[in-house]
């Protein structure tokens, strides 16, 4: 059963930091891109930033500067390092992976959309 299993949320103070990570386990044949998105309470989810397998990256204007997103291959692992958090920054953060699966009886790996549980961010002073 192939997952995304989300650490490292928690409450911290404006300006402070966290680090979140996201492992991907299972019958893994590849990993496209990886990336993380959040959705604070009455909003849409919305993506913070993803990264290729190459490690090309994309970020909201948002984040930029104060983010880094970045990947372990070796490992499955993707990693979201928020720096200078802010108060609107509050929100469940959601690892995605878009994943090659081997499946019994298939030629080829399956590919889909992940999902990790989602993982709470809150900067309060």
């Known amino acids: 059963q192939e997952q995304l299993v989300e650490s490292g949320g928690g409450s911290v103070q404006p300006g402070g930091s966290l680090r979140l990570s996201c492992a991907a386990s299972g019958s893994i044949e590849s990993i496209n891109a990886m990336g993380w998105y959040r959705q604070a309470p009455g909003k849409q989810r919305e993506l913070v930033a993803d990264?290729?397998?190459?490690?090309?990256?994309t970020y909201a204007d948002s984040v930029k500067g104060r983010f880094t997103i970045s990947r372990d291959n070796a490992k499955n692992t993707v990693y979201l390092q928020m720096n200078s958090l802010k108060p609107e920054d509050t929100a469940v953060y959601y690892c995605?992976?878009?994943?090659?699966?081997?499946?019994?009886?298939?030629?080829?790996?399956?590919?889909?959309?992940?999902w990790g549980q989602g993982t709470q961010v809150t900067v309060s002073s």
């Open positions: 995605n992976a878009v994943m090659g699966i081997r499946k019994q009886g298939s030629r080829w790996p399956v590919w889909g959309s992940y």
């Open positions: 990264i290729t397998s190459g490690g090309s990256t």
